[in-house]
């Protein structure tokens, strides 16, 4: 009997989760508002020495690319979660962490994708050495994924519960550090003419290892949910 | 001997085996844990000779030394623990679990408070951002988020799934926490008592500090039944067990 | 013929309290199940038991013989679930809605139209969710089951916002699918007569 | 072999094969040098970088240790048994801060190719001995273990 394969499924619920953020664009805008504003807010607290911003450029840039990444991790489950679909996707026949992994996808499509945009624009506001465009966008490109893989098991883990606000930045919060030290190192030592090779293999071997293993854990964490 | 093993094993899950198991260690750990502690803190304060570089002030490694190996050790515990609960649903496994977060918290905080202490005199300054002292402050947020986790939830059975889920994930976490900090920057020394090599620790003050880790590791154990008989009790406080227990 | 689906020594356990235990259940095609039973008595829980939604505290769920944690896709191949919630998305229309149904997975029989003129929602394809009532709602959600083939129909008050004609319309749906050898377990507040079918009741409250 | 059986395990191999990839990754970068401290030998050969603040680490120098002025400045020599580079601070130094002992500074060179450290850190080592046992094995010329280790 005819069904729809697999890798259907994948490209059906992708295109579903991006084709609501197109419906609700105005909600698809906030992340990226909130990046571009906490960056601005930093010259406004610490002065504006441009030695000193261009040397914590890479830094804040990371920061705020964390806080906005994780601001937005609600919504990859929680309107799936209110109306019943979560629950329909989990009786699916297909195995759970490929369509976890469509929706993370979407996500970050929406909401990670954008801040490539806009950093370089920031960099250059904050003064951050030229040499260190190309590795700030390299990072970013790495980086944002692997918050949003990351950000998805604590969602997961929280989606069922009332205040799951303030327990979610405490559970994914730690979880970001390694992605926030190397990116930020990253673009640090490509701001000092030195080569970053180290810190992007090391990019993308969480990238990778993200890509393999949270979807496994964002699935047994939904199902917990749900129970 | 496999088979004894797995008959043990479910054994040690049923809830009022376990509770009287436990209530019948908890004076002997007592003892074994007053002998070394004595033993250990004497040996540390007292016998042993000053370092020829810090003096006197390093003898808080009898503390601080023992505290941080715990606070890694008691997080093996819970993801071992996790593993049991998402593979076999041992809901003791659940409680040693959540009943260890607590305790591996204190230590953290024990091990980052006299590790504090310690860099005073040592580096000039209370708090670094060290690879050593960074990772250990994470692990303690780690630990403050089972702990949130745990009390989020109200059905506990599936909150010590959730718990388990996120030890596990944690687990994987920390040995990239730990590197990537410690490339990040570092100043904290290397390992001295588990280097393969011969240890590089007078046997004076090696004796000691030993003594002192075990005494922690009984300690753990001890606070650890303790927490789990009462989590018992208000589990199961509707079984028939529990009301046999305070009815005789 | 032996049964489809059979509960083991079924046990279900919420905040301390023992809702079922020792539940045996066999059902054969042809066969279906009405959960009665008050507030609070476990109908929900046992239907989620059923689904895998939801772990026993002990007992096992068995399709065709087979624990249903072993039997894995094969199982969900077979099963459609309408819960409380409908299921459906606000911000995307029928047919976009029943589309993601059809992409989960399991075989797939009629045409999309069809399926909508079987629940007379036929002109509203192309409309969006959010524009519809509630009863219409609740007809999308069961339109669910018919755009896919599965063998058990798993149903949480299906009948709620739904005036009578709609009622016996979904009724000789259920009537339809038995004939062809499906399974069905359902609870309901409201009576349902369908004398031509097999009915088993299970009354949680006693 | 059933259709969702085959599926399953070309998922399994998929996410074997991401996990040996992203391990495979790791090792390489644990391959590369990835401290971005500098030793004495580097600020020599031009590896460091000019007008920007970098970390560099090595031995306090042996009599080198002045204090030209009234203040809280300290001039030394710093060396990773290979070059040497001269370090100015200003500023309260550590108690672990002795001749010969391994320190970190933070700072930026200045025109005269020395080093201006904003920060000092004193690193210890991980060796604990009696002051006597310590003298006994300097006498005898004994290398303490993990003095020789790189960068301090």
Redesign the interface.
């Known amino acids: ?4 394969s ?1 890798s ?2 994948f490209w ?2 992708l295109r ?1 989760d991006l ?2 953020a197109f ?2 664009r105005s909600e698809m805008a906030n992340p990226l508002l909130f990046f571009v504003l906490v960056i601005t807010l930093f010259p406004l607290a610490i002065g504006a020495e441009p030695n000193l911003l261009a ?1 914590i450029a890479p830094g804040i840039i990371w920061v705020a690319a964390l806080l906005a990444s994780m601001l937005s991790l609600d919504g990859i489950f929680r ?1 799936d979660f ?4 979560l ?9 759970v ?2 369509l976890v992994l469509a929706k993370v996808t979407a996500h970050w499509l929406v909401t990670g994708l954008p801040l490539l945009l806009v950093a370089p624009l920031l960099a250059m506001m904050l003064g951050l050495d030229e040499d260190a465009y190309g590795i700030l966008l390299l990072t970013i490109l790495l980086g944002t994924p692997v918050l949003s893989l990351i950000g998805s ?1 604590g969602v997961a ?2 989606v ?2 009332r ?2 606000g303030i ?1 979610l930045s ?2 994914v ?3 970001y ?2 992605v926030l ?2 990116s930020s ?1 990253a673009i ?2 490509a ?4 080569p970053a ?3 992007i ?2 990019m ?6 993200a ?3 949270s979807p ?2 964002t699935a ?2 939904l ?5 | 001997m496999f088979k004894w093993f797995v008959k043990w094993f479910h054994r040690m899950g049923s809830p009022p085996h376990f509770y009287r198991f436990a209530g019948s260690w908890l004076p002997w750990l007592t003892v074994v844990f007053t002998v070394l502690t004595v033993a250990g803190l004497y040996g540390g304060l007292v016998l042993a000779p000053p370092d020829y570089q810090q003096g006197e002030s390093y003898r808080i490694i009898f503390i601080h030394v023992p505290a941080a190996w715990m606070s890694m050790f008691i997080y093996m515990v819970m993801a071992s623990c996790g593993i049991i609960v998402l593979v076999w649903r041992m809901k003791l496994a659940e409680v040693v679990l959540i009943c260890s977060a607590p305790i591996g918290a204190s230590f953290t905080f024990l091990a980052l408070v006299t590790g504090s202490l310690w860099g005073k005199p040592m580096w000039g300054t209370y708090w670094v951002w060290d690879a050593r002292l960074t990772s250990e402050l994470i692990l303690l947020f780690l630990y403050l988020g089972v702990i949130g986790l745990y009390g989020a939830i109200d059905e506990k059975r599936v909150a010590g799934r959730a718990v388990a889920i996120l030890a596990i994930v944690g687990m994987i976490n920390i040995p990239i926490i730990h590197y990537s900090v410690e490339w990040w920057n570092s100043l904290h020394q290397g390992a001295t008592v588990t280097k393969m090599d011969k240890p590089s620790i007078h046997w004076t003050m090696l004796v000691p500090l030993l003594l002192m880790a075990l005494s922690f590791k009984v300690y753990f154990i001890i606070s650890l039944f303790q927490r789990v008989r009462a989590e018992l009790l208000h589990r199961e406080r509707n079984s028939r067990w529990v009301e046999e227990l305070f009815r005789s | 013929m032996s049964a489809l689906l059979q509960t083991r020594d079924l046990c279900c356990v919420k905040d301390d309290r023992v809702l079922f235990e020792g539940m045996n259940l066999a059902l054969k095609a042809g066969q279906i199940l009405l959960v009665e039973g008050k507030n609070g008595s476990g109908k929900t829980s046992l239907l989620r038991i059923l689904t895998g939604l939801s772990l026993p505290e002990s007992g096992d769920v068995l399709w065709q013989g087979r624990p249903i944690s072993e039997v894995g896709a094969d199982y969900y191949e077979q099963v459609n679930y309408v819960g409380h919630h409908d299921g459906i998305k606000r911000d995307l229309t029928c047919l976009e809605n029943l589309r993601l149904v059809q992409a989960m997975g399991k075989p797939l029989p009629i045409d999309l139209d069809d399926a909508l003129e079987k629940v007379n929602l036929y002109r509203f394809g192309d409309n969006y969710v959010a524009t519809l009532s509630a009863g219409q709602k609740r007809r999308l959600a069961l339109a669910r089951l018919v755009v896919t083939e599965a063998q058990l129909w798993i149903m949480d008050e299906p009948f709620t916002s739904l005036d009578k004609a709609s009622m016996a319309m979904f009724q000789e749906m259920f009537e339809q699918h038995l004939e062809k050898g499906g399974v069905i377990v359902l609870t309901s507040h409201h009576d349902i007569e369908m004398p031509q079918s097999d009915v088993v009741r299970l009354n949680l409250s006693e | 072999m059933t259709p969702a059986r085959k599926k399953r395990l070309t998922l399994i191999i998929l996410m074997v094969a991401g996990i040996a990839v992203g391990v495979g990754f790791a090792l390489k970068a644990l391959n590369e040098n990835i401290m971005f401290f500098f030793s004495p030998a580097d600020i020599q050969a031009g590896k460091a970088p000019a007008n920007k603040d970098f970390r560099v680490g090595g031995l306090v120098v042996e009599g080198t240790v002045k204090r030209p002025g009234e203040g809280l400045t300290v001039e030394f020599n710093l060396t990773d048994n290979d070059s040497v580079v001269k370090v100015k601070y200003t500023g309260i130094l550590p108690d672990l801060f002795r001749e010969g002992q391994g320190i970190i500074a933070n700072g930026r060179l200045n025109d005269k190719g020395e080093f201006i450290a904003s920060e000092v850190l004193a690193k210890h080592d991980e060796n604990y001995m009696p002051p006597e046992v310590m003298d006994a094995m300097k006498k005898s010329g004994q290398k303490m273990p993990g003095m020789d280790k790189k960068g301090i």
């Not at chain 1, 209110?82 to 679909?85: P, R």
């Not at chain 1, 993308?204 to 290892?209: C, E, H, S, V």
């Not at chain 1, 199902?223 to 129970?227: F, R």
Request: positive net charge; charged residues 15%; without cysteine.
């Open positions: 009997m005819k069904r729809l697999l259907q499924a059906f619920l579903r084709l609501l419906r609700n040397r309107s209110d109306d019943g679909t629950e329909q996707m989990l009786l699916s026949a297909h195995p962490p490929v098991i883990l929280t069922g519960l205040k799951g327990i405490l559970l919060l730690p979880l550090v390694p030290i190397f190192s640090d030592v701001a000092s003419g030195l090779t180290a810190q293999s090391m993308l071997a969480f990238l990778f290892l890509l393999s293993l496994v854990a047994a964490a199902k917990m949910s749900m129970s």
